[in-house]
């Protein structure tokens, strides 16, 4: 094993093709906008955008959305800006400064990937959106500002905070409660707060209503409740319910169907009932994509939500008094980042739909109506355009627009006008540097082994000749999709920066859709046999590889393999078991030991009952794991971890390396002291991507 030194190298490929036209500098130099939102009155929206780790907040107001940046971050220190709240009078942004809110623990806990010996904290803050002195309102997270402009909550050691926005008091305790409080929403009319308090085994639902005055629990029972929403005119609220922990150990390899309904409380008296219950079937159980439940109260006094009980995440409304849900979004996609317009009447959200077969990889806008079915593709076309907010004065819709050539940016369209997008700061793209001719990635269907269809996007170089070398990407998650252009991931827009790099130096491309994944339907996302309970999705792993060693401009000796995190398992699972096939991969931050990574599920030392197939299960979790097949593992590897990451336990690494040191595979590491999973400084980004492509082209480029 030797350390990886970050080093230039001159390629003199045997391939002919083009020359580089673009240096990885110049297709990191990208800006990426997130945590785009409206003020619920008139037309003000405000996002934030990382400019190669310099994260900070923008602001536009209709006609024009002219921006401007009333924050001013100049450093790459690692601090994200998440939260992000404009006020309901718009005079104000919140935000939360620190943290890693993409984390599986810790997310609230400091980042300090810049080694400062006073590392920041993570701070709930304030800003005039005219512009002015930024203030710290306290250390915290979760912030949640008053209907009236004026107060802000947060959440602070799992309690409820209270101060004023303009920061011109202290934060003070708000109430103090057993348990972890989150969830936090006021009521309508701002006098009372509703949350959530975790207790272990169970949580509850308890409504805040002065400092002087007793909470007061709704309908309080052995269960976890959560999700809370209020009312219109702020008399009820509804909430979701799931069973609390408990019962007798069950079995490990089957699945389990996971229940949830959905309740309503009357607050003044605080009588209860369930309204809904989802169908007790596999598809049926609690969404496990983005925004859970989805629940909101709609106008018209529609409860609506998000269930994948027909196979599709789908949005349905029912009525608060109970009755059959509508469905709201037949047909065979998927709807994300789902939100309710001002005036309740409108749900708008991404989905993967459209008039273009195509649109089954992308994102586009689409808006229902709350109570009836019929949805309207706002933005249709090539592009893809994500995270919809209509404005308060329900004139504009803001979103974030890309295409397979241009990364991210914030863009309007009026909503009832020509349907015209105007992009925002098209001026954040750095133009004179930043490659003008991207490869537009073809999507490509595939069988696996055991008849799954298996998709995939290829980025292929221009004007090649002659056999070249190939890698496959595999995302993690799993539960993503990779997308015919620029993501609204973070995380995944880096790979899609680096896929365009790896093609520019001559590698053909896949980025895989494997099962496990979003955006096929249920059955693709929750299949049988896969993760620790018998790795299936490695099938169309491998049968990505054949795919791209049939490739006449191929040549499947030089077929190389990288991916993150459940992509970092998948990597190793193919040098492992496939070395033949796979010549050579990168392995990031990847999980390797099921059984280790998993062990809660197995640790039933406390309970004199036992789980009834617990020793099959270890079994099953050991055969699906990496670790298993190190005998027939050949191939050169390279492994970068680091060592702040709260996703992926740094040992997984630390395990593996010396597992395949004892074996003597060749290998070369990597480790990232003191960041995280998502790489929140920008610099160790381009380190883990230089490394990455100069790794594979010193690997499977011909000298």
């Known amino acids: 094993m030797r350390i990886l030194l970050i080093a230039a190298i001159v390629l003199t490929g045997q391939v002919a093709l083009s020359q580089t036209t673009f240096s990885l500098e110049a297709i990191k130099s990208y800006p990426f906008p997130t945590e785009l939102v409206a003020s619920p009155h008139g037309s003000r929206i405000a996002w934030a955008m990382n400019e190669s780790g310099k994260r900070n907040i923008y602001v536009a107001e209709g006609p024009d959305f002219q921006s401007r940046k009333i924050t001013n971050y100049d450093e790459d220190d690692g601090q994200e800006i998440t939260s992000l709240t404009v006020s309901d009078d718009g005079k104000w942004v919140v935000f939360v400064r620190g943290g890693d809110h993409g984390a599986n623990w810790d997310d609230a806990l400091p980042v300090n990937p810049t080694f400062a010996t006073q590392p920041n904290k993570v701070q709930v803050m304030s800003v005039p959106f005219a512009g002015g002195e930024v203030k710290s309102l306290g250390e915290g997270d979760e912030p949640v500002v008053s209907p009236h402009s004026d107060y802000v909550t947060f959440i602070k050691g799992g309690q409820a905070q209270i101060v004023p926005i303009d920061g011109s008091f202290p934060s003070k305790s708000l109430f103090t409660t057993r348990g972890s409080v989150g969830n936090l929403e006021w009521s309508p009319d701002g006098s009372k707060l509703v949350f959530v308090t975790s207790r272990d085994d169970h949580a509850l639902i308890g409504v805040f209503t002065g400092e002087n005055k007793p909470i007061q629990w709704l309908a309080p029972d052995f269960s976890r409740d959560g999700s809370p929403r209020w009312s219109p005119d702020g008399k009820s609220i509804v909430f979701i319910r799931t069973p609390g922990a408990g019962g007798a150990p069950d079995s490990l390899l089957q699945r389990h169907h996971n229940p949830w309904a959905i309740w309503t409380a009357d607050v003044a008296s605080g009588s209860s009932g369930m309204i809904w219950q989802a169908p007790a079937t596999l598809a049926g159980s609690y969404p496990s994509t983005h925004g859970g439940a989805n629940l909101h109260w709609a106008a018209n006094d529609r409860i609506v939500f998000l269930s994948y009980e027909d196979g599709w995440q789908h949005l349905y409304s029912l009525p608060a008094s109970g009755g059959k849900p509508t469905l709201l979004t037949p047909g065979n996609f998927m709807a994300e980042h789902i939100r309710l317009s001002a005036d309740r009447k409108w749900l708008v959200f991404s989905a993967n739909t459209g008039p273009d077969v195509l649109d089954a990889d992308r994102r586009h806008v689409v808006r229902v109506a709350v109570d009836k079915a019929g949805i309207e593709v706002l933005t249709p076309g090539s592009g893809l ?84 070398p190939a890698v496959l990407y595999i995302h993690g998650g799993p539960p993503r999709q990779m997308l015919l252009g620029w993501h609204y991931s973070d995380y995944y827009t880096n790979a899609y920066a680096l896929n365009q790099y790896l093609c520019s130096l001559g590698f053909t491309v896949m980025s895989v859709n494997y099962r496990l994944g979003i955006g096929y339907g249920f059955n693709f996302h929750q299949p049988a046999n896969a993760g620790m309970l018998g790795a299936s999705e490695y099938l169309d792993i491998k049968a990505a590889g054949e795919w791209l060693a049939a490739q006449p401009k191929v040549d499947a000796s030089r077929i190389g393999v990288y991916g993150g995190s ?35 599920a197995f640790n039933t030392t406390n309970r004199y009952e036992k789980v009834p197939d617990l020793d099959r299960a270890i079994e099953v979790a050991w055969k699906s794991s990496p670790v298993a097949y190190l005998d027939t593992w050949s191939s050169p590897v390279l492994i970068i971890h680091a060592d702040d990451d709260r996703n992926v336990r740094f040992n997984q690494s630390t395990d593996l390396v010396r597992r395949l040191t004892k074996k003597g595979v060749e290998m070369e590491t990597m480790v990232i002291v003191d960041d995280t999973h998502h790489w929140m400084k920008h610099d160790n980004e381009v380190k883990l991507d230089r490394a990455i492509a100069e790794y594979l082209t010193k690997k499977l480029l011909k000298k």
């Open 566 to 600: 459940y992509g970092g398992f998948l990597t190793a699972m193919a040098l492992a078991r496939d070395s033949k096939l796979f010549a050579t991969g990168v392995d990031v931050h990847g999980v390797h030991d099921f059984v280790t990574a998993r062990g809660n």
């Open 385 to 468: 355009e994500w995270t919809p907010a209509i404005t308060g004065d329900g004139k504009s819709l803001a979103f974030l627009s890309a295409t397979s050539q241009r990364p991210p940016l914030p863009a309007v369209l009026a909503i009832d006008g020509k349907k015209t997008i105007k992009l925002i700061d098209e001026t954040r793209l750095p133009a004179l540097i930043f490659p003008k001719n991207l490869v537009t990635p073809r999507k490509v269907t595939f069988k696996s082994s055991d008849g799954i269809t298996v998709h995939a996007d290829v980025f292929e170089p221009a004007n090649m000749k002659g056999k070249g």
